[in-house]
């Protein structure tokens, strides 16, 4: 099993059998002897809706997703370069117009419609495609487990100067160098807060790898569960069938048994009645042969 194939069935599939896939691959994976291709599988995030949409995108609308992406290199060319941008923004416009349609489109067919706030995840992650290289390599590769965003109007690597802020009348400037130094004074505050809130993500990502084991477990007894309330379901119906040919094939042999008791009861009343012609003829016979 190579990690790219395993990646590529994991983020096909739609959010809710993503865990109970992982869990399957990393199995498989583990059975093969390939431990470390297995913890890399358990390692894959499970994509919102609005991530698994996009990867559809790449699988269903490659076409349209790559015209995209070669917009957004010219744009970043054009940007880099000084040069006008042209009908590239309108070009944009229209392809992430029509990508959004057909994401639309594939989510509701995949019984899984996007709301609003997904709809304009999509066109995010899609924006931001066009304007960070990297978000566009991640695009195109269709294994996003969150939705992308780029704030600014020009990519990742091209930001504009910062304007000086208004200077006040009568005010002189302040000095450069104090304020560097405060900026650095305040670096550590703003790495200590950062290393803090990616600690805090990498407890709450554990938490939730154990949440989706869990309900990974649950969904396999669940379905378990249910695959023996439908054969059980199943054998109720054959035997229900079975029950109602007998009962058929039963009041179907009493009717003919009615029917034969009736026949029998007629026979009966007409050898009555041949017998009685038959004592009566002897009888007249025998008063005719006294008489003779």
């Known amino acids: 099993m190579e990690f790219s194939t395993a990646a590529d069935e994991l983020y096909g599939v739609v959010p809710e059998e993503f865990v109970a896939t992982r869990t399957r691959l990393a199995r498989e994976a583990k059975a093969e002897g390939d431990a470390a291709l297995a913890k890399r599988i358990g390692g894959l995030r499970r994509p919102t809706l609005s991530a698994w949409a996009v990867n559809l995108l790449a699988r269903s609308a490659a076409g349209d997703l790559g015209r995209l992406l070669d917009v957004g290199a010219r744009m970043r060319e054009a940007w880099a370069s000084g040069g006008g941008l042209g009908d590239l923004e309108q070009q944009r416009a229209r392809l992430v117009a029509a990508l959004l349609r057909r994401a639309g489109e594939i989510a509701a067919e995949a019984g899984r419609p996007l709301r609003d706030q997904a709809v304009r995840e999509v066109e995010d992650t899609l924006q931001a495609a066009t304007v960070d290289e990297e978000v566009a390599a991640e695009v195109r590769e269709g294994r996003l487990p969150q939705p992308r965003s780029h704030t600014g109007f020009v990519p990742a690597g091209f930001a504009l100067a910062p304007e000086p802020p208004p200077k006040e009348e009568g005010k002189p400037a302040p000095p450069e160098k104090p304020a560097r130094r405060e900026k650095k004074a305040e670096r550590p505050k703003v790495t200590r807060t950062s290393a803090a809130r990616a600690r805090r993500a990498e407890t709450l990502a554990r938490k939730a790898d154990e949440a989706e084991r869990a309900l990974a477990d649950r969904t396999e007894r669940a379905d378990?569960?249910?695959?023996?309330?439908?054969?059980?379901s199943a054998e109720v119906g054959r035997l229900r069938h079975e029950l109602d040919r007998a009962t058929a094939e039963r009041d179907s042999a009493a009717?003919?048994?009615?029917?034969?008791?009736?026949?029998?009861?007629?026979?009966?009343?007409?050898?009555?009645?041949?017998?009685?012609?038959?004592?009566?003829?002897?009888?007249?016979?025998?008063?005719?042969?006294?008489?003779?």
């Open 224 to 232: 378990a569960a249910k695959r023996a309330a439908d054969d059980a």
């Open 255 to 292: 009717r003919k048994a009615e029917r034969a008791q009736q026949a029998r009861a007629r026979a009966e009343e007409a050898a009555r009645e041949a017998r009685k012609a038959a004592k009566e003829a002897r009888r007249a016979a025998d008063r005719d042969a006294a008489h003779g």
